[in-house]
C-alpha cells in the first residue's frame, strides 16, 4: 500500500511564494521519479515540473524561472517552490510518484493567487 499527501496549499496574494510538499509513504523500495501537475477548474491536467532521482528539474514553459522542483530521498518527499506568484496560477496541485509496482497520486492542495 502506497499513500501519497500534498501539503501547503493555500491562498496568496500576487507576487507572494508558497512551498509545497508531497511525501510518499508505504511499501516503497525506491522511487524513480516524482512530479507536479495542476488543474484548474474546465481545464486539463498539465504537467508542471517533474524531477528523477538525482536529476535536475523539467519545467512547464509558464513557471520557469519561479519555481523550483526539489527532492529529498531519505524521506521519500518532493518539495514545490513557488515564487512570483500569478492568479493564473490558481489551481488544485497534485503529486505524481513513480515507482516500480506503478504510478501514485495524491489527493491535491488548492492553491489561490488572488488579491
Known amino acids: 500500500q502506497v499513500h501519497v499527501v500534498e501539503s501547503g496549499g493555500g491562498l496568496v496574494q500576487p507576487g507572494g511564494s508558497l512551498r509545497l510538499s508531497c511525501a510518499a509513504s508505504?511499501?516503497?523500495?525506491?522511487?524513480?521519479?516524482m512530479g507536479w501537475y495542476r488543474q484548474a477548474p474546465g481545464k486539463q491536467r498539465e504537467l508542471v515540473a517533474a524531477?528523477?532521482?538525482?536529476?535536475?528539474?523539467d519545467y512547464a514553459d509558464s513557471v520557469k524561472g519561479r519555481f523550483t522542483i526539489s527532492r529529498n530521498n531519505a524521506k521519500n518527499t518532493v518539495y514545490l517552490q513557488m515564487n512570483s506568484l500569478k492568479p493564473e496560477d490558481t489551481a488544485v496541485y497534485y503529486c505524481?510518484?513513480?515507482?516500480?509496482?506503478?504510478?501514485?497520486w495524491g489527493q491535491g492542495t488548492q492553491v489561490t493567487v488572488s488579491s
Open positions: 505524481n510518484v513513480q515507482l516500480n509496482q506503478g504510478n501514485y
Open positions: 508505504g511499501s516503497i523500495f525506491s522511487i524513480y521519479g
Open positions: 524531477i528523477g532521482s538525482g536529476s535536475s528539474g
